[in-house]
Structures are given as structure tokens and as C-alpha cells.
């Protein structure tokens, strides 16, 4: 893509932009990002955030929008991986409740969507001894679903409840993300995310996930059916080549790569080296007061 500037502002119609490590990082703003994004909605674009992050319901992250000066943003222009999650799992009309491995952001989410759960918290394995873990554990409530998520309590006790519900083939095993890692305040410091706690769960129950997140079917289904894009009308915005570049590029989206977040120019080329197209962004950029007319 050359020209970047000029393209961006003149070929879209919809413009979706990733969260942390696009528009902030932690709690610090990327210098225009607020500027960027309210000037696009008031020029009349459709603008979407796109967050895999589902630790906090809508109204938290609207409410830090709005702190860091995204006068112009509403709760129609933000989709969170944790929204996709209670929308897929309200649909399925279940009186069941859903065993969390997550936080109490996305039970908040979950409930909005008439989603019951239960599992937030710490469960640690100091409350059981070697003896009793297996007898004092409850496998037995009935549940409709496994959601794994973000948890900071993520322990033994709950990997193993999780695994002995998806024993059941009819219980669900859902996942609001696969992230390794995600980006924090202190660059350097690593930040292990949803990924790991999915992984864990897979490992132990031999099962396969139904993942909500970028770069999934389920989150572009989402999409697409909400806000009716173009997907050749739009471009995805990202820090991430496994979420960010490859959902754009896997659903017909053009694709732009800022590095204020996880991945960086070593990574693009090693990709292109692999023929790993399907990572491999349209263009590049320092940060998004790139795209800045």
C-alpha cells in the first residue's frame, strides 16, 4: 500500500481499529490515536474498536474512551470479545449456567446477555490436600459451557474442574481469545493472556475450542452482521500478526500494522520469509499519527 495517508482516508468506508497497543497502552495513550478515531466518526466513517480483551464490560472500556478524549466514540462503535462470547451463548438459550475461567468484567458481560456463571475468583489449591482434591472438587453442577478467558486466579483446581465438565461432549467449550500475551504499561515485561489459560484447558480435557476472538469466524459472523460492511470497503488496524493482521487478511479486509504494540518489523519478515502470507499486513506503520492527513 503506498501512500498510506491518502488511501486510509479516502478508500474505506469502515476502519477497524485493535485496542491495546493501537489506541493505548495500559493506561497511556498512543499520542493522535483520539484524534484519529473522533475525527473518522465525525467525517461520517464507521468505526469500529475491536478488542479481544474481555476483562471489562462496556461500560468500563466506553468509560476509559472517554478519559483518554474519544469524545466522538459510543457504545456502538466497540465490540469486545467478551460481547461475542454472551451473544453466541445467549443464542443457544440455555437455563444452564456457563463454568468461568475469567473475570469479574466478563461475568458482568455474561449477564447482561442473560448469561448465568459461576467459577470467578480465586480457587487455590492450598484448600485442598493431596487426598482430598479429587473427592472435595465438584464436577457435579450441570453446566451448558466451559468459558475460559483472562483469569488472574487461574489455578490446578480450576483447570481441573473445567476439564472433567467438558468430559460431557454436550458441554461447550468456549474461548473469548487465544492470546499469548498482550501488551502492558512496561515495554519488555511480559504479560501472559487468555492463550494460556485455553491452552491449559485443551491440554487436559482433549478438546477443541470454539474461539470468539480475532482471528475467528465467529467474531467476523459477528460483525458483518451487525454493522453490514464491506469487507473491501475496510481495513483492519492492528499491533498483532496472529489476531489483528491475519483476521483482516483471512475475511477480504485490507491490513495495516502499527508498531506501538506487540509485534514489529523482524516479525513481518520473518513471516514473508516463511510464506506466511496470511500474516503478512498491507502496510506498515511507526504508530497510527501516521494515517494523520
Do not use: C
Amino acid at each position: 500500500m503506498t501512500n498510506v495517508p491518502e488511501v486510509f482516508w479516502t478508500k474505506y468506508d469502515s476502519y477497524i481499529f485493535d485496542a491495546d497497543g493501537v489506541l493505548w497502552r495500559g493506561k497511556n495513550p498512543i499520542p493522535g490515536s483520539s484524534t484519529l478515531v473522533n475525527a473518522l466518526i465525525d467525517a461520517g466513517k464507521q468505526v469500529i474498536i475491536l478488542t479481544n480483551n474481555s476483562t471489562k464490560p462496556l461500560s468500563s472500556v466506553l468509560s476509559k474512551l472517554k478519559k483518554l478524549e474519544y469524545t466522538s466514540v459510543s457504545e456502538k462503535n466497540v465490540v469486545t470479545a467478551g460481547i461475542v462470547t454472551a451473544d453466541y451463548l445467549a443464542k443457544k438459550k440455555s437455563n444452564l449456567p456457563v463454568y468461568l475461567v475469567g473475570s469479574e468484567g466478563l461475568k458482568s458481560t455474561l449477564e447482561e446477555y442473560g448469561v448465568k456463571s459461576f467459577g470467578v475468583g480465586p480457587d487455590p489449591i492450598t484448600q485442598y490436600t493431596d487426598e482430598t482434591i479429587l473427592s472435595n472438587i465438584d464436577f457435579k453442577t450441570p453446566v451448558s459451557a466451559v468459558v475460559t478467558s483472562f483469569d488472574s486466579h487461574v489455578s490446578y483446581a480450576k483447570i481441573m474442574r473445567a476439564a472433567n465438565y467438558l468430559n460431557n461432549p454436550e458441554v461447550d467449550f468456549v474461548v473469548t481469545n487465544e492470546d499469548a500475551t498482550f501488551p502492558g504499561d512496561v515495554p519488555g515485561v511480559v504479560i501472559p493472556g487468555s492463550g494460556v489459560v485455553a491452552a491449559a484447558v485443551k491440554t487436559a480435557s482433549s478438546r477443541v475450542p470454539k474461539v470468539m476472538g480475532k482471528p475467528s469466524e465467529y467474531m467476523i459472523n459477528y460483525i458483518i452482521e451487525t454493522y453490514k460492511i464491506n469487507p473491501a470497503k475496510t481495513v483492519m488496524i492492528g499491533d498483532r500478526l496472529d489476531t489483528d493482521i491475519q483476521f483482516g487478511n483471512s475475511h477480504g479486509l485490507d491490513t495495516i500494522l502499527t508498531l506501538t504494540g506487540v509485534h514489529t518489523q523482524t516479525e513481518v519478515d520473518k513471516a514473508i520469509a516463511d510464506n506466511r502470507l496470511d500474516l503478512v499486513p498491507k502496510a506498515v506503520i511507526s504508530s497510527i499519527f501516521a494515517l494523520m492527513k
